[in-house]
């Protein structure tokens, strides 16, 4: 039952990549007053099939003075990165349920630098290099800020499992009372999956598509995948943290729907960030602000006990 459950999940997941891609593209389409696909089709519902087709069948090339065997290898560790990431879906039937969900995925999450490190430097490449190490730089930034978020939220519920989000939301939801908290996880979010305005491992204005340069074909369809399913992996840990978790209705898959729009949304809305000012925000602004925040839960938990 594990392995077909999780087949399945991984399916589903595809399936979902696959119309996240289009639903993009859409978006972005209507935003910029265009139609955005629309032939392949009804309504070019069979657009990111193709798209993924034609990816496989091209021919796989790679730098001559590459590090072969790592490049060959780091679009893989990133896509099961990602598949690893998917274990962590709140199941009700108890197949595989973490009682460490959230450590599970700061486990993840800490070792998907090394993806795009590798990827990279194997490349030989000065713009995949410079890409890479703006990636890794940003995203061990904003890891800190996240996992002290987290700690906040973890206080609430006693516990890192996912399930036990749903049972002390269902009165409530935690966005209700940690409003700050709640834009910190945004802004982190968008910075954690490299994420437009937030985006310099891909800054196509001065390093060319960034540590992807190099990669064609399988390679980069592989990176594509990954950072799709991790984007709607962040969406869907957003509804579970703050925004209630009820597993049991339809109106979670809603919400999970809602956040990638806004994925969506804030890309053809907002121009790119200055990296020093990213840097900044994270180290100056959301770490300092989410210690305080903190210090004072706990704080009301240790007088909730006194009294």
């Not at 589903?12 to 935003?31: D, N, P, Q, S, W």
């Not at 700061?106 to 410079?130: D, P, Q, R």
């Not at 579970?240 to 949304?265: E, H, R």
């Not at 602004?285 to 938990?301: G, H, Q, T």
């Amino acid at each position: 039952m594990f392995i077909v459950n999780y087949i399945l999940t991984i399916i589903c997941v595809l399936i979902g990549v696959a119309f996240t891609t289009l639903f993009e593209r859409k978006v972005l389409g209507y935003i910029q007053l265009r139609k955005g696909p629309n032939k392949l089709g009804f309504m070019g519902l069979l657009q990111p099939f193709a798209d993924g087709l034609k990816l496989f069948f091209k021919e796989q090339v790679y730098p001559l003075k590459s590090n072969f065997l790592i490049y060959y290898i780091s679009p893989v560790f990133m896509l099961m990165l990602s598949f690893m990431l998917w274990c962590l879906y709140p199941f009700l039937t108890n197949i595989y349920n973490f009682s460490l969900g959230l450590l599970f995925f700061l486990c993840c999450t800490g070792m998907s630098v090394y993806g795009v490190l590798l990827a990279g430097w194997s490349s030989n490449s000065n713009y995949a290099l410079l890409g890479s190490l703006r990636a890794a730089a940003q995203t061990i930034s904003y890891e800190v800020s996240m996992t002290m978020i987290m700690m906040c939220l973890i206080i609430f519920t006693f516990g890192f499992n996912f399930i036990d989000f749903m049972y002390y939301q269902s009165c409530s939801w935690f966005l209700f009372f940690s409003m700050p908290l709640f834009f910190m996880w945004l802004s982190s979010c968008l910075a954690e999956t490299n994420r437009s305005p937030f985006d310099f491992a891909e800054g196509e204005s001065e390093l060319v598509s960034g540590f992807n340069v190099e990669y064609s074909s399988g390679g980069f369809a592989f990176i594509f995948l990954s950072e799709y399913m991790n984007i709607m992996f962040m969406c869907m840990l957003t509804v579970i943290l703050f925004m209630g978790c009820n597993l049991y209705s339809i109106f979670f898959y809603i919400q999970v729907v809602v956040m990638i729009f806004w994925f969506v949304w804030v890309r053809g809305t907002l121009p790119r960030f200055r990296y020093d000012k990213l840097m900044m925000l994270s180290w100056k602004l959301f770490l300092p602000f989410s210690l305080n925040l903190f210090l004072l839960f706990i704080s009301l938990l240790l007088l909730m006990i006194v009294w």
